[in-house]
């Protein structure tokens, strides 16, 4: 699939944004503890993709009790769906000057369309040193979900089934989805919240 900036500028894709706040203590202290002056665009991307991948859990695999949505706060609570993760890992690469944006899928929130469907967050980066756009999927692995950081295929947690009504969308935003930033900041009860109110549209 042929990825398809919002913008063509790239400042865009660097903006410090209410939920992207990037210039808090605690993303500026992860973003040194994540980088030096000696690893390569490369690098730095993918370890910080790594970082957010493993290292915050999904809400939802741990069955957890808090919704997240500010960067900082993912950070500071180390867990977050996939909306929520996606705007920390936005925020790591942004603070380092790497232009990143919001990627989305709609996908069965289970395993049957007859339970519904969900916007799925992941995050498009821009890389210079090879002139084009890549996605990755921080979501977080478990049995069934592998994603990777590749530079030759996209490795992503979920294969896209157009046969039972899911779909890949080509854009790349530069502000993550309101629908998806709306429903963190009206829940406060997070299994309540990911069974029964996450937005299945853009």
Not at 106 to 128: C, Q, W
Request: aromatic share 10%.
């Amino acid at each position: 699939m042929e990825l398809i900036p919002e913008s063509y500028n790239m400042a865009e894709y660097l903006k410090e944004l209410d939920v992207v706040d990037y210039s808090h203590s605690i993303i500026q202290s992860k973003k040194n503890e994540l980088f030096n002056k000696e690893q390569t665009e490369i690098e730095k991307v993918k370890k910080a993709f790594e970082f957010v991948r493993d290292e915050i859990s999904h809400s939802w695999d741990i069955q957890g009790s808090k919704v997240t949505c500010l960067a900082s706060d993912v950070l500071k609570y180390q867990e977050g769906i996939c909306f929520a993760k996606a705007n920390l890992l936005a925020a790591i690469l942004r603070a380092e000057g790497i232009p990143t944006g919001f990627c989305y899928q709609r996908l069965m929130i289970f395993d049957t369309p007859e339970k519904g469907y969900s916007l799925h967050a992941l995050n498009g980066v821009f890389l210079r040193s090879f002139n084009r756009w890549i996605r990755v999927d921080a979501r977080g692995n478990k049995p069934g979900v592998q994603a990777e950081f590749s530079l030759d295929e996209e490795k992503l947690a979920f294969s896209v089934q157009q046969e039972f009504g899911e779909r890949d969308f080509p854009i790349i935003y530069s502000k993550p989805n309101d629908n998806t930033i709306t429903t963190l900041r009206a829940n406060t009860n997070l299994i309540e919240m990911y069974k029964n109110h996450l937005p299945d549209s853009l």
